[in-house]
């Protein structure tokens, strides 16, 4: 009986050494992307400071000679809000002027403007000059396909509200002249700011007490 026993033993030793013994291997989990209902939305988002009027590195005249700082017709700070759609892709190299949601500001100062994006701390900082109703953006360095590149566009004041009509503006893949166009740009008017050219030049009008 005992060899019988043996017997089958080394039998089923045989067996195992055939078939390798295969056992099953403990499972491991699988990574998967996490989604909507796994991200955490607790964390404290990222406050960018509003520096739509500071100009902290001037324009450098990569296409034309700087313009003489003299005010234009259309000189201040003007804002727009473009909504949200679906959630902002991450991005280290984008092209400049992509219409991301939220608010943009377009600053006109003596022949430099300024755009800035609140939310996504995009900033762009060049030159600009004004004739009749046109307008010509230059020495913009986001502009990256060829620097020297031109915006033209015609533009129309109704009270506070700015647009703008592209003539041609292949500037940053023509991205500049699609945010450009895509609403009004409306003022935002400064308290002490003289309300027209010509009270800015006699100074005459009625000031605010903080501004005199």
């Known amino acids: 009986m005992y060899t019988r026993l043996f017997r089958l033993a080394i039998l089923i030793g045989l067996v195992c050494l055939g078939v390798a013994c295969v056992v099953s291997p403990t499972p491991v989990a699988v990574p998967t992307a996490p989604n909507m209902g796994t991200i955490r939305h607790d964390s404290p988002p990222r406050v960018v400071p509003d520096l739509s009027m500071v100009i902290e590195v001037p324009p450098f005249p990569y296409s034309r000679p700087l313009p003489p700082a003299e005010r234009s017709p259309i000189d201040g700070l003007f804002t727009k809000t ?6 902002p892709i991450p991005c ?40 009749g109703n046109r307008i010509e953006f230059f020495n913009d ?3 990256e396909e060829d620097l020297s590149m031109v915006g033209t566009y015609s533009w129309k004041m109704d009270k506070d509200s700015l647009t703008f009509q592209v003539i041609d503006d292949p500037c940053s893949i023509r991205l500049r002249a699609k945010n450009l166009t895509a609403s ?12 027209n050219i010509e009270a ?8 605010p007490p903080e501004c005199k």
């Open 82 to 87: 473009i909504p949200f759609e679906g959630t």
């Open 92 to 131: 280290m190299r984008c092209a400049g002027y992509r219409l991301e949601g939220g608010v943009w500001s377009l600053y006109l100062n003596q022949g430099v403007f300024k755009f800035f994006q609140q939310d996504t701390a995009f900033e762009s900082v060049g030159s600009f000059t004004v004739t």
């Open 141 to 143: 360095p986001f502009c």
């Open 184 to 195: 009004p740009w409306i003022r935002k008017r400064d308290p002490c700011e003289p309300p």
């Open 200 to 207: 800015a030049v006699t100074d005459h009008w009625n000031k």
